[in-house]
């Protein structure tokens, strides 16, 4: 947090589009756990640079971490809305590895919307050391799911994610999402 003060402005002062977003990136992830209003803000105005600016990776992992304190901290039909726009990023750009990391934040957040069988589909796919060094979160969620399904079910299902292509598990998650969205829409009238 202290590395992040004065980022900002000095991002600003080259009036460059990726290092202004990235450095939005940076001073909302360095206040993720502390301050989620001041990361979220910092995040949203850094995604809207990086998507004017045609910045796709940039926007891909703020759209990731948009989502993951979106789910915790913020909107949640917003945050199913940045799993969506980070995969469909990865997918077109044929990034098998990294779209792993929005599936991993979408599979914690349906299961604590009460959905285990498909969160643990989706973990299958998507936790990898790469995901699980990102989101070190990711351990306590996954056991979470392990704990509420059973050892035996958990497996099952994670299997069962594993073995999918990337568009199947695409195809999956959308309709995973599709289902929490009118359920959430539901909720809050």
């Excluded at 080259?14 to 977003?21: E, I, M, V």
């Excluded at 990086?50 to 949640?76: C, F, M, Q, V, Y």
């Excluded at 306590?140 to 392990?146: G, I, Q, S, V």
């Amino acid at each position: 947090m202290a590395a992040a003060t004065g980022l900002i402005e000095a991002a600003e002062a080259t009036c460059n589009p990726w290092a202004l977003s990235l450095a939005l990136f940076t001073y909302g992830y360095a206040f993720s756990d502390t301050d989620p209003a001041r990361a979220l803000d910092a995040m949203r105005r850094g995604l809207v640079i990086a998507k004017d600016s045609g910045n796709r990776a940039n926007e891909s992992i703020l759209a990731i971490t948009l989502a993951r304190l979106e789910a915790k901290h913020g909107d949640p039909l917003a945050a199913l809305e940045y799993v969506i726009l980070a995969m469909r990023n990865y997918y077109d750009a044929g990034n098998e590895a990294m779209i792993r990391s929005p599936l991993a934040i979408l599979a914690a957040f349906l299961d604590r919307l009460g959905h285990p069988e498909s969160a643990a589909t989706i973990a299958g796919y998507a936790f990898t050391p790469l995901t699980a060094v990102s989101f070190p979160e990711l351990d306590t969620d996954f056991a979470h799911l392990r704990d509420v399904l059973g050892e035996a079910t958990y497996e099952s299902l994670a299997r069962k994610g594993e073995t999918m292509t990337t568009a199947a598990m695409v195809a999956y998650a959308h309709d995973q999402i599709d289902q929490a969205r009118t359920e959430l829409k539901t909720v809050a009238k």
